[in-house]
């Protein structure tokens, strides 16, 4: 089974299918529509086969359906028929949920994604659940997203910013005692002194997860947490 791996985000959508090393990708921003980006999607996906797709979206989703429209992107996303438009079975998963189960490698962990906004997601054994962290107040009237988020790394400098992430991770930690923590996203690059229990990996790491929604039921991603996980040129071998 050939799955595309779609990953939307705030500046660009990126796509790997199964079988293939590189990924592609387009700029996206704040006027994409969800017609849009699937209309993206095809255009450089041509001549990639595939029976699946997974999608992984800049937003709260329920019931595998887009909450509301994406803070950083366009409208049109609340009751778009992907399916119809990509006339395949879709999963659409929140995008920090993507990454974070493409990341897990076991026990209880916490994921927070560090790009245009912030994305969170925590795993129980092998139980996921997306988060909406972002917007929660922090301090000085302001989300914790507008302290760790793309606005708050113009805003704060690269050194005041990385203070702000791990205080961040400090906070959630103590509130929701993980294991271990799992930093992602386009800034988390950015980062250099970390906790003992924080990690921080790859934006490949979405396109693990969006292969294992298909392929991977809960006792299989609990076996495989066993393990260190694999890298994006495996991605497609473990669909």
Not at 13 to 25: A, E, F, H, S, W
Not at 50 to 61: K, L
Request: with cysteine.
């Amino acid at each position: 089974m050939n799955i595309l791996v779609i990953d939307v985000g705030g500046t660009h959508v990126k796509c790997l299918c199964t079988g293939r090393k590189q990924p592609r990708r387009f700029n996206s921003g704040p006027a994409m529509t969800a017609k849009q980006m699937v209309e993206g999607v095809l255009k450089i996906a041509k001549g990639w086969r595939f029976e699946r797709v997974s999608i992984g979206y800049p937003g709260p989703v329920l019931h595998g359906k887009p909450v509301h429209d994406p803070h950083n992107l366009g409208p049109g996303w609340v009751g778009f028929d992907f399916e119809a438009a990509f006339g395949r079975p879709v999963k659409l998963v929140n995008d920090a949920a993507m990454q974070a189960l493409g990341s897990y490698e076991g026990g209880k962990m916490l994921f927070l994604g560090l790009g245009t906004g912030l994305g969170s997601a925590l795993i129980v054994d092998g139980v996921i659940e997306a988060m909406e962290l972002a917007h929660l107040p922090y301090r000085k009237g302001r989300t914790y997203e507008d302290y760790v988020g793309e606005h708050g790394l113009e805003r704060l400098g690269t050194k005041k910013w990385r203070r702000r992430v791990m205080d961040v991770v400090a906070r959630l930690s103590d509130a929701l005692k993980p294991d271990y923590v799992v930093l992602g996203g386009g800034n988390a690059r950015l980062l250099k002194e970390l906790s003992a229990t924080a990690r921080v990996v790859d934006n490949s790491n979405a396109f693990i997860g969006g292969f294992r929604l298909w392929k991977t039921s809960r006792r299989r991603l609990q076996r495989a947490s066993a393990r260190q996980n694999p890298k994006l040129k495996s991605g497609s071998q473990a669909s």
